[in-house]
């Protein structure tokens, strides 16, 4: 292997959306005595979720399998409304710990099938965002993968409405809407997007730097939708060289020139440092940001007030005192990387 350097695309890795459903994980493991239950990967990385396995996490994909009682949190792509019900009739607590940006999905799909609007889901048949989406509202809503499924819908009864999983590529989301709205014009639509923030900075920051490498190397997960969409943003951009790797051990060993390194919004940071090194770059690692992301999502409700009733109880049993601190201050203080390391 013989690289000159490595564009590292700014922002990358972890959202907000990651960040805190890792370490709400991490606080359940700490509050409960294990086993904790979570229904589906936490967020979708292999490293991550072998982290928790290890502290005895147990993943499921149906609640039934939690022994009544049991803790249970609920993955950051959010779940579909019969699933929250059964988990919370188990008898345990319940922690959600879906991204706030799916839940805004989630109640535009409500308000708009309430208002007796067909609704147009552009999503990937399986992925656990876009059946826990539609599960809010069956009965008005159609996913829209390929422009024949408009053309399906199309003629059917209106008005229409799009909505969409939040971790699209920006070109495929852009291609079925354009479709959608040439075939019907009157489609409502939300003033911005439902792709994310996460998703289109780290897109942009790829696309920017996709013109100068030889080759793009993407970090992440097979079934991370916003890593997947990352590699067709490098082929879309020209690209010849595209590769996901799950760490640096899969990096193909021929990579010369210049190589863009970025990682899906669910990959440690700690594997792209991996990955740098492994590539050694003769001349440097060159980063430019294309923004600065200080978005902070805060515990799920759910838990924060476990952790404030703890908070009390400790503060009463060592001082005396009763008080209630913010508990959002100590969350604050350490990133879901710290929580991985430990
Ligand atoms: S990628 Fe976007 S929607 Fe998904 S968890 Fe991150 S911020 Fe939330």
Redesign the pocket.
């Known amino acids: 292997m013989s690289v000159e350097r490595v564009l590292l695309a700014s922002p990358r890795g972890?959202?907000?959306?990651?960040e805190?459903?890792i370490k709400a994980l991490d606080w359940m493991t700490k509050v409960f005595e294990p086993p904790v239950y979570c229904y589906h990967e936490i967020?979708h990385n292999a490293h991550v979720v072998e982290h928790f396995k290890s502290l005895g996490v147990i993943f499921i994909d149906d609640v039934s399998e939690a022994p009544p009682g049991s803790p249970i949190m609920l993955s950051?792509?959010g779940s579909p409304p019969s699933v929250i019900t059964a988990a919370r009739s188990n008898g345990g607590t319940v922690v959600d710990a879906v991204?706030?940006?799916?839940t805004k999905v989630h109640h535009e799909l409500k308000v708009r099938s309430r208002k007796g609007y067909t609704v147009l889901y552009v999503g990937h048949e399986g992925h656990e965002?876009a059946v826990g989406t539609m599960a809010v509202a069956p009965e008005s809503v159609h996913l829209i993968q390929t422009t024949s499924d408009i053309d399906a819908v199309a003629n059917g009864p209106g008005p229409f409405a799009m909505l969409s999983q939040?971790?699209l590529s920006l070109d495929e989301w852009q291609h079925l809407r354009d479709y959608a709205l040439e075939k019907i014009p009157e489609l409502w639509l939300p003033n911005r997007s439902d792709l994310?923030?996460?998703?289109t900075n780290r897109q942009a920051a790829l696309r920017m730097l996709s013109g100068e490498a030889d080759s793009v190397v993407v970090i992440g997960s097979g079934n991370s939708s916003?890593t997947v969409a990352l590699t067709k943003v490098a082929e879309s951009a020209g690209v010849q060289r595209v590769f996901r790797v799950n760490s640096a051990e899969e990096l193909p060993v021929d990579l010369t020139g210049s190589v863009a390194v970025t990682a899906g919004?669910?990959a440690p940071e700690s594997l792209v440092e991996a990955v740098v090194e492994r590539l050694q770059p003769h001349s440097g690692v060159y980063v430019n940001p294309v923004t600065i992301e200080d978005?902070y999502?805060p515990p799920p409700p759910e838990l924060r007030e476990i952790l404030r009733s703890l908070e009390v109880v400790a503060k009463a049993v060592f001082t005396g005192e009763i008080s209630g601190e913010d508990v959002t201050v100590r969350d604050r203080e350490f990133a879901a990387a710290d929580v991985l390391a430990d």
């Open positions: 972890f959202c907000a959306g990651v805190k459903a967020v950051a792509h991204c706030p940006l799916v965002e939040t971790t994310c923030f996460a998703t916003n919004a669910s978005e999502f």
